[in-house]
Each structure stands twice: as structure tokens, then as C-alpha cells.
């Protein structure tokens, strides 16, 4: 019998429903056994299940953050801190397999193990007791979210970027759609997995509310936001535009970081009006040197270079150079979910590829205004659809370095001549060269996973 991602799941899950069945003050909790199962009975306990932070809240992590052009760890102490880390050291040089021998893909299991919650949740919650239709319908759509949500993360790390000529028979992830203990890990195409993206979203849309109690739930601003991202990632820029308004419509609030120069004092994720959908990564590598190339694009008088970064001096081990500073280095990292600000950037992106020039810089110098003190703030300017889209792409590298959303950016911009580049580092004394839709932009699966489940056929590298 295989050991699947399922049966980590499973072990996972059923510890987290006994937590709630012995901890909950509520006398009502039933887990009924059934087949060797446990049944969930009440809403309620669909609730508890979502709030899980542990599995729900989990993005990409290291591996995106630490392939991506915004790092360069070249100074010697940061290297050999890296050269302590098998694992760290082979996602820095791109060198495919990174999880050898008996090593965990943790990013994996616990994407997965938070999918069979969803499933879980989307099979039950709209049969359970003890709660309105409202609420499970709310839940229901949650669910919904969250899987989309994990179900593009998934098929972007490990399934080749979206491409309508070969999307149908480019193989992406397992499609596990519902909570089963143990199942064969075969893997679905490019286009299979978006296509179950966009029809879990627009299933969710109507269910959900438009306000939700913390950023961990989505809410509809957090859907469109999601719709938006997956409809940029095809290239279906007008569709991406209008998600992109519909949930701006709903929620634009931007932050003037000028409002944060006399404390110093950031919103945590759970309070920043900019987070739409809460995620973070599991973890990730420290110290983070940025690299020369972004620190091109960061003006110094720019308030996210004053508050997002800090001399390497200030890091351990200390370094030659300048890290990424993030809010909470330890408890509240880098968000990598559904922000205001990214769906800002995609609707200026999707103006500008489909000729609105002067309406995409009005939205890249809208942000900008709250980026900077108003005597160092610059307009940025354009005399080309081509050139105001670079301005767009600077600025959300600008804005989002420290995420590992820049690894995305890079594996789609691919697709665009223009931005197409080859990424140069060294480990000691060797050389690691990225090319442009490199295998190495597909991440191969744990070589432990493929032994246990060989229908899940491995990436080439």
C-alpha cells in the first residue's frame, strides 16, 4: 500500500478533529466512527477545521524565495550558512532534485495536508447540524478558496507555466478532490488544474461574504483577487482586468507608509487592511541577502527599502551587503497570500498590455505616492505600451521583494521576449545558470514521494 500525501493528511487531520472533540467547551462535539473514520457532525466543527493555522495558512516558501532574482547570497558568511543546508544550498543553485533520499518536501505535504481539509469541508459542511444555511454555505466557499488558492500554488511549483498550445497534456499535480484516505497520485494537466481553479472560485463567488472575521477567512474581494492572479497567469488579460476591478470595488485599501515613519510599527497580517487572504511561508532561509539587481530598481529614499530592508551588519551571521527585513522575522513573516496591493498591480499590468498606457502609470504613481516622503516622490513616465509595462513589472518587484512572488513573475514573464533573462549564481567556486523556461523553473518532487507513489511520474531536470 502506498504512502501517500493522503495518508499524512489523514493522520494530520484526525489528530487535529480529537484536539477539538477534547478541548472544545462545547458539549456537542460527535465524532461518530465510520469505516475507521471519523465524522464531522455539527457546523461548528467545520469551523474548528478551518481554523487550523497550521495547515490553512501555509503559501510557498523557501523555495520560491530562494530561487529568485531579489536574492543573491554572496557574501562568504551568508554562504556558509547556506553550505550547512543541503536542501537550502541545491534550491539556491536550481539544482533539481532539492528534496534527496528520505528528505520531506514539507511545502508539499503540508499543501496537501490543507487540501484534504478543504475536501473534507466541501463534501460535509452543507449536510451538517447546528448551523444555518448561510453559515455553510459560507464555509463551503471558504473551502472552495483555499483549495484554488493551494491548487495554484501547487501547479506552480511544480507544473511548467501555462502555455494554451500545451497546457492540455503538460502534466501539473495530483487533482484530489475529495477526502479519501489513500489514492493514486497521478498527475493532471496544466489546463485540468486551472480549469478546476476557476470553477471552484466562480462556485464560490456568490456563497461568500463580502466581510469576513480575520484575513485567514477570504472573503469576495479575496476570491476576485485570486480570480485575477489565475486569469494574468493564462494571459487572459481583459478577464484578469475586470476580476481585478470587481475586487478593488470591494476593497482598495492602500497603506501610506509614510503613516509608519514615527513608530516603525507595521499592521501584523491579521490587522493589514492590504491582506486579503492571509498566507505565509513555512519557512525560509535567514539571513536574506538581496541582490544587486533589485537594489538597482530601490531608490534609498523609497520607504519600502527604509522599512523592508536592513544593513547586513544587523543580520546573523552578519554580512557584506543589505537583507530583507521583514515585519516579524520570526512570527508573522513575509505575507504570500491574496493582497490589495498585487491586485493593484494586476489591474495596471492588464491596463497596460491592452494599450491603456496613461490609466496603468495613473495606477503604478498612484502606489508610488504612498511609497515615498512627498519631497522625494517621482511620477514614473512612459512613451510606449511596452514601456509602461515595464514600469509595472519594476514596481511589483518593487513592492513585493522578500515574497518569492518574484519567482512567479519570472517563470511567467518568460513567455514575454522582453523580459525573458538568464539568472547567473555562484556556490564557492561554481557557476549556476538560469535560463529562460529552464526545466529548473518546474520543482521536481521529493525523490522519497516518487519512491512511495510511482505513478507520480517526476519532472525532468
Do not use: H
Request: proline content about 5%; charged content about 20%; hydrophobic content about 40%.
Amino acid at each position: 500500500m502506498y504512502k501517500t500525501a493522503s495518508t499524512y493528511t489523514f493522520k494530520i487531520v484526525m489528530i487535529t478533529v480529537l484536539t477539538f472533540a477534547l478541548f472544545s467547551c462545547r458539549k456537542y462535539v460527535e465524532n461518530v466512527p465510520v469505516q475507521g473514520q471519523r465524522v464531522l457532525v455539527y457546523t461548528q466543527d467545520y469551523r474548528l477545521l478551518l481554523n487550523n493555522r497550521n495547515n490553512q495558512e501555509v503559501g510557498a516558501g523557501n523555495t520560491a524565495i530562494l530561487s529568485c532574482d531579489d536574492v543573491e547570497l554572496s557574501d562568504p558568511e551568508v554562504q556558509t550558512s547556506l553550505a550547512n543546508n543541503a536542501t537550502n544550498s541545491a534550491i539556491y543553485g536550481w539544482k533539481n532534485p532539492f528534496y534527496f533520499g528520505e528528505t520531506d518536501d514539507f511545502d508539499w505535504n503540508f499543501m496537501y495536508n490543507a487540501i484534504y481539509v478543504y475536501n473534507t469541508v466541501i463534501k460535509g459542511v452543507l449536510e451538517s447540524k447546528g448551523g444555518s444555511p448561510d453559515q455553510q454555505k459560507a464555509l463551503y466557499a471558504e473551502a472552495l478558496i483555499n483549495r484554488a488558492f493551494t491548487f495554484f500554488t501547487l501547479t506552480n511549483l511544480y507544473g511548467k507555466q501555462y502555455d494554451p498550445a500545451t497546457a492540455a497534456t503538460d502534466p501539473a499535480i495530483p487533482l484530489l478532490l475529495s477526502p479519501e484516505l489513500f489514492v493514486k497520485l497521478n498527475r493532471a494537466s496544466v489546463r485540468e488544474v486551472y480549469d478546476q481553479i476557476i470553477k471552484d472560485l466562480k462556485e464560490a463567488l456568490p456563497l461568500i461574504p463580502v466581510v469576513q472575521a480575520s484575513t485567514v477567512q477570504p472573503n469576495r474581494a479575496a476570491a476576485y483577487a485570486l480570480l485575477a492572479k489565475v486569469y494574468l497567469n493564462i494571459r487572459d488579460f481583459e478577464a484578469a482586468k475586470t476580476a481585478a476591478e470587481q475586487s478593488l470595488s470591494l476593497n482598495s485599501s492602500l497603506y501610506d507608509y509614510n503613516t509608519f515613519l514615527t513608530t516603525n510599527i507595521l499592521p501584523t497580517q491579521y490587522t493589514d487592511k492590504q491582506v486579503l487572504l492571509r498566507k505565509v511561508p513555512r519557512s525560509s532561509f535567514y539571513p536574506l541577502q538581496l541582490s544587486q539587481s533589485l537594489l538597482n530598481l530601490l531608490d534609498e529614499k523609497d520607504l519600502r527599502y527604509e522599512l523592508f530592508t536592513r544593513p547586513g551588519s544587523n543580520f546573523y551571521p552578519a554580512f557584506q551587503g543589505t537583507g530583507f527585513w521583514s515585519r516579524d522575522n520570526y512570527n508573522d513573516k513575509s505575507p504570500v497570500g491574496l493582497t490589495v496591493n498585487e491586485t493593484w498591480l494586476i489591474r495596471a499590468e492588464c491596463l497596460a498590455r491592452t494599450g491603456k498606457r496613461d490609466e496603468a502609470l495613473t495606477m503604478v504613481n498612484d502606489l508610488r505616492k504612498m511609497r515615498f516622503r512627498p519631497a522625494d516622490y517621482q511620477a514614473v513616465t512612459a512613451t510606449s505600451d511596452q514601456e509602461a509595462l515595464q514600469r509595472v513589472v519594476e514596481e511589483r518587484r518593487r513592492e513585493f521583494f522578500g515574497t518569492g512572488l518574484r519567482w512567479f513573475d519570472q517563470k511567467r514573464l518568460n513567455k514575454d521576449a522582453a523580459f525573458a533573462k538568464s539568472v547567473t549564481r555562484m556556490i564557492g567556486n561554481v557557476t549556476y545558470i538560469l535560463e529562460p523556461n529552464s526545466n529548473a523553473y518546474v520543482f521536481q518532487f521529493a525523490e522519497k514521494l516518487v519512491a512511495q507513489n510511482p505513478e507520480l511520474v517526476q519532472n525532468p531536470k
